[in-house]
T-cell receptor, first 112, second 110 residues
C-alpha cells in the first residue's frame, strides 16, 4: 500500500496531555498530508508539507502542529489534547499537489 | 476556499443495477478530481480520477464525468456487486490540496 505507515495505530490519552503521531513513507514523495476523519465531516485537511521543513496549514489546523525534518517522516503533534480531537487521523503522500494521494492505514485517537 | 458538495449521502441499489454519485465544486480553478472508496475500518483507496482537460474517463465498470461549465462531476458504477458496498468520497484539487466531499454510503443488496 504505497509504502506508507503510521504509528501508533491506536492511542488512548487524557485531556491536556501531548500526543505525537508519526507518518513514515518509503516512496520519496515530496508532498505529505495529515487529515482527520469524523462521522458526517468526511476527510478534513489539518496540515500539509511540500518539502523538508516546508509546511502549511489546512482547513482545521487549530490545536495541531507539524514537523518534517526528513523526506520520509511527517509528525503531527497535539500540544494539549482535547476531547474534540478524538478522531481517526490519516496521513497521505503525493508526488504533487494535484496528483494522486495515497493514504496510510490511519491512527485511531481517543482523548478522554 | 474550495467547497465540495456530495449527493446523496446514502444510496441503496440492488445487485446488477447502476449507481450514480454526484459532486459539485465552487472553485473554477480546480483541475483534478479523484474518487476514493473506503471500506469499513480501512484507508481510502483511489479508484478513478479525472483532470479538467477531459470530459469522461472509464475503467471497466466505473466511469467519471466532468462538466467544468456547471462545476460538477459524477461517479457511475454499472453492474453493481455486493463488494461495491462502501463509502465513496469525491474530491477536488485547487492546486495546493484536496478538498473532500462528505461521502456517500453505498449499499448493494443481493
Amino acid at each position: 500500500d504505497a509504502g506508507i505507515t503510521q504509528s501508533p495505530r491506536h492511542k488512548v490519552t487524557e485531556t491536556g496531555t501531548p500526543v505525537t503521531l508519526r507518518c513514515h513513507q518509503t516512496e520519496n514523495h515530496r508532498y505529505m498530508y495529515w487529515y482527520r476523519q469524523d462521522p458526517g465531516h468526511g476527510l478534513r485537511l489539518i496540515h500539509y508539507s511540500y518539502g523538508v521543513k516546508d509546511t502549511d496549514k489546512g482547513e482545521v489546523s487549530d490545536g495541531y502542529s507539524v514537523s518534517r525534518s526528513k523526506t520520509e517522516d511527517f509528525l503531527l503533534t497535539l500540544e494539549s489534547a482535547t476531547s474534540s480531537q478524538t478522531s481517526v487521523y490519516f496521513c497521505a503522500i503525493s508526488t504533487g499537489s494535484d496528483n494522486e494521494q495515497f493514504f496510510g492505514p490511519g491512527t485511531r485517537l481517543t482523548v478522554l | 476556499g474550495e467547497n465540495v458538495e456530495q449527493h446523496p449521502s446514502t444510496l441503496s441499489v440492488q445487485e446488477g443495477d447502476s449507481a450514480v454519485i454526484k459532486c459539485t465544486y465552487s472553485d473554477s480553478a480546480s483541475n483534478y478530481f479523484p474518487w476514493y472508496k473506503q471500506e469499513l475500518g480501512k484507508r481510502p483507496q483511489l479508484i478513478i480520477d479525472i483532470r479538467s482537460n477531459v470530459g469522461e474517463k472509464k475503467d471497466q465498470r466505473i466511469a467519471v464525468t466532468l462538466n467544468k461549465t456547471a462545476k460538477h462531476f459524477s461517479l457511475h458504477i454499472t453492474e453493481t456487486q455486493p463488494e461495491d458496498s462502501a463509502v465513496y468520497f469525491c474530491a477536488a484539487s485547487n492546486g495546493y490540496a484536496l478538498n473532500f466531499g462528505k461521502g456517500t454510503s453505498l449499499l448493494v443488496t443481493p
